[in-house]
């Protein structure tokens, strides 16, 4: 049987004491030092090498926080384990201990039976936290976690081929490059990048993407570099009346534009 050597770091003589009780009486579990603050804790951590640290994270001198770190830092094969003990459960005494590479964090009110359970799953490599800490934890994670973007209305109504002419148009490629890259006519690819712009960027406000060129791309793409922006014009019951010869004739500006040599930024997809 493996024997676990275990250092206790606390500023309270009683509080050490009562751990020493506890862990003595398991077969498996040898205290071999007691520190009464951080700096005799990280001494002794470098004299004794034991195999897991129980640090308290309020004591004089060095605090457990920076005490855990010069414990980590120490060298040593392999290397002390630590595993915090408190009276607080503060969330920023949970990340500071494992920012500091503590391999566990427990209340002071664990049973003696958790604690010596849980001394043995840090000494094996593994992390542990309290049930009340991990509980809290993963409810904040789940609050902070992204919501998925929507597409914008009109993206579904596109097939597999117009998503594809649509994300090039964005990028700011003309009619002859996105036909090069999917290998299409020109001819057959005007049908294609017409729905693609109408579905894409007509919503019931008719907002249209401006300034449209590889530096400034269409958002509605999303693609990672996407800084253009999209402002809502209110259309005239002409233009809603004739959304797709408007669309057409956006489309066919942006082909005049790619032939120009220097393809300066333009304002597409206007009325």
């Avoid at 951590?45 to 195999?51: C, E, G, I, S, T």
């Avoid at 010069?70 to 595993?83: E, F, N």
């Avoid at 929507?150 to 081929?161: F, H, N, S, V, Y």
């Avoid at 993407?209 to 793409?221: H, V």
Wanted: glycine letters at 4%.
């Amino acid at each position: 049987m493996t024997r676990v050597r275990v250092l206790i770091a606390d500023d309270q003589a009683l509080v050490r004491a009562g751990f020493k009780m506890i862990l003595d009486a398991e077969d498996d579990l040898d205290v071999v030092g007691e520190a009464a603050d951080g700096i005799e804790a990280v001494e002794l951590a470098r004299r004794l090498r034991p195999d897991v640290v129980l640090m308290d994270i309020r004591m004089p001198q060095l605090d457990g926080i920076e005490a855990t770190r010069r414990v980590i830092a120490l060298d040593g094969s392999p290397p002390a384990r630590v595993l915090m003990l408190t009276t607080f459960d503060l969330n920023e005494y949970v990340y500071e201990a494992l920012r500091a590479g503590a391999s566990g964090f427990l209340l002071k009110d664990v049973p003696p039976e958790q604690l010596a359970a849980g001394i043995r799953i840090v000494a094996q490599g593994e992390a542990l936290l309290a049930p009340s800490i991990t509980k809290r934890l993963i409810q904040e994670f789940a609050s902070a976690a992204p919501v998925a973007a929507k597409p914008p209305k009109g993206m579904d109504e596109l097939t597999a081929r117009e998503l594809e002419v649509f994300k090039l148009v964005a990028r700011g490629l003309s009619n002859a490059e996105i036909a090069a890259e999917l290998i299409v006519s020109e001819t057959s690819l005007k049908t294609s990048s017409s729905r693609a712009v109408s579905s894409g960027c007509a919503t019931a406000s008719r907002p249209s993407c401006w300034r449209t060129s590889p530096a400034s791309r269409c958002p509605a793409a999303r693609e990672p570099q996407a800084t253009a922006r999209c402002r809502s014009v209110a259309p005239s019951s002409a233009a809603t009346a004739s959304r797709r010869s408007t669309s057409s004739a956006s489309v066919r500006k942006l082909t005049m534009h790619a032939r120009s040599p220097k393809r300066p930024p333009i304002t597409a997809f206007e009325q």
